[in-house]
């Protein structure tokens, strides 16, 4: 049967109201993709499967949470949404809200958001607003705002954001036969690592599919989980996980801790590396922030603290490298300009 999206495959296993009513657009299903090449040269003698969510309908794994929020907000006679984001959650919200009728509103920290997200939240009709602060500043004020008035708050302290999000760890299960023995994620607001547990805990619980252990990867410049306090000014290349106080800190380190996991930090450079090492020896081109859980593994292998042998490691690649084209073009050299000529274009490519 034609697929027709996550609320229709799984919202019978998802807390939702039963006044929701399904505003889809066909996200989910994402790929696992077996990623061998980069398992060898991280030493290879494991499994490596990049489930990418860069493949959802706006380029984000977003999507499954948010046709959760956004169908219930719906289903409840809401008018508008509203969101803090660094990028992609706006960009998300904007296009459920557009497709239920409903208006957005987004605040995102001021010149922090990358291109692609911008310009999505702005085509699919959002109110932009950039906050002259961090996005932990606009956070606290969409809480407020929503308090007050009858805005619904789609972030992901909305509760069946993360709903719909542990559909992520059901569609693993199902295509694997069985959770993996590991997953690697970036952890930012730390709504994500909350769902993906929460998720393979009900999976165990209904058909005994295992549990995997968790590593979360935060990037060091925004790395409250790791240090154990907030972070006032956090900074990475990685602005989607630019975030100094994660609302679901709290059930992130219980993911990390009951799985037999750690949440961990690696640097900008590890991040960046292993953006190029992705696109490069796989063709999966991923935001900054997606590389961030594969960079923490390849950080762990290399400092001999992560035992891979005969493992199955799964990774999520949260958003698309579309989103941020800035960060690949802004250091390349300009490609090289040669006359609509045979022989000068032998003379470079063959040389
Ligand atoms: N990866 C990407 C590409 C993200 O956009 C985010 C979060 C994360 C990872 C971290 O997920 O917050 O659930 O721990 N982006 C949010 C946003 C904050 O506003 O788009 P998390």
Same mark, same amino acid.
């Given at each position: ?17 039963? +006044? ?35 493949? @959802? ?7 499954r ?16 949404v ?6 992609? =959650? ?6 459920y ?51 007050? +008035? ?10 069946? *954001? ?15 036969? +069985? ?9 930012g607001?730390?709504? @994500? ?13 209904l ?15 925004a ?12 900074? =990475? ?24 996991? *750690? ?12 953006? *190029? ?37 799964v990774?999520?690649? =949260?958003? +698309? ?31």
């Amino acid at each position: 049967m034609r697929y027709q999206g996550l609320l229709n495959k799984y919202g019978a296993l998802l807390d939702l109201p039963s +006044h929701t009513q399904p505003v889809s657009l066909l996200e989910g299903n994402t790929p696992i993709i077996p990623a061998e090449r980069l398992a060898s040269h991280l030493g290879g003698g494991f499994e490596l499967f990049v489930k990418f969510e860069g493949l @959802n309908p706006t380029g984000s794994f977003k999507d499954r949470g948010m046709t959760a929020a956004v169908s219930e907000a719906l289903g409840r006679g809401a008018k508008t949404v509203i969101c803090a984001s660094t990028g992609n =959650t706006a960009a998300s919200a904007a296009a459920y809200a557009a497709r239920a009728g409903l208006k957005s509103i987004v605040l995102i920290p001021q010149g922090k958001v990358a291109a692609g997200k911008l310009a999505g939240a702005i085509a699919y009709g959002a109110q932009v607003i950039q906050i002259d602060g961090s996005f932990d500043d606009a956070l606290t004020m969409v809480v407020q705002i929503s308090d007050k +008035h009858p805005i619904c708050l789609v972030n992901s302290i909305n509760p069946y *954001r993360i709903e719909g999000q542990k559909t992520g760890a059901f569609e693993i299960c199902d295509t694997l036969g +069985h959770a993996p023995d590991w997953l690697c994620l970036p952890v930012g607001n730390a709504g @994500n690592i909350s769902a993906y547990w929460a998720g393979f805990k009900q999976y165990e619980g209904l058909k005994k599919t295992g549990l995997p252990q968790v590593l979360g990867v935060q990037a060091a410049g925004a790395a409250p989980l790791v240090l154990g306090h907030p972070v006032e000014k956090p900074e =990475t290349v990685a602005t989607a996980i630019r975030i100094g106080k994660p609302a679901r800190g709290e059930q992130a380190l219980e993911a990390a801790e009951q799985s037999g996991g *750690r949440i961990i930090a690696v640097s900008d450079d590890e991040i960046l590396s292993m953006q *190029r090492l992705l696109a490069s020896l796989e063709g999966i081109w991923v935001e900054p922030a997606s590389a961030a859980g594969l960079a923490g593994l390849a950080h762990e292998i290399a400092a001999g603290t992560f035992k891979a042998q005969g493992q199955r490691i799964v990774t999520i690649c =949260t958003g +698309h490298g579309l989103k941020d084209p800035d960060i690949i073009t802004r250091d390349m050299d300009k490609p090289r300009i040669v006359a609509t000529n045979l022989l000068a274009l032998e003379e470079i490519i063959l040389k």
